[in-house]
């Protein structure tokens, strides 16, 4: 006897938590007027991917192979999201006087250059993507999504344990 509940609730409670975050994402950005920098529209994307991993697999509802390349497809998307929540996290820390200038915005970035070039430009980071807007608990909004990306990961990569 098993005390874990079926995948298939991991994988819509993945789901369920990618997609609420994402909507509070876009209320912060549309109800409070906090825009996102570059590195908040990656890490966006990297949540939304995420999700769509977490949906699949809930629809698949899959046995051995699939629990791998669910689990597998999850670690990835959550440790790219981390990372790049990281990064902006790293640069909130920065002492002033080192924060990157601030650069062109990311439609600029992606007219200007091929698709490789703009992800390293946007990777670096600029001064915006230094600033601290909304917080709670003391925590900035890319410390929060770290977080949910390495508790999503491991909610991901868990399910290779999970006998049902």
Known sequence: MTLLPARRLFYILGFLC?????GFALY???????DPCPLCIFQRIAMIALGVVFLLASLHDP???GVRIYAAGAGVTASVGAAIAARQVWLQHLPPDQVPS?????????????????????????????????????LSIPEWTLIWFLALGLVGVAQLRNPR
């Open 102 to 138: 601030c650069g062109p915005g990311l439609n600029y970035i992606l007219q200007a250059n091929s698709f490789f070039k703009a992800l390293a430009v946007v990777l670096k980071g600029s001064g915006e993507c230094a600033t601290v807007g909304w917080t709670f608990w003391t």
């Open 28 to 34: 912060l950005q549309h109800a409070l007027g906090e």
């Open 63 to 65: 046995r051995q192979l």
């Open 18 to 22: 990618s997609t609420g975050l994402t």
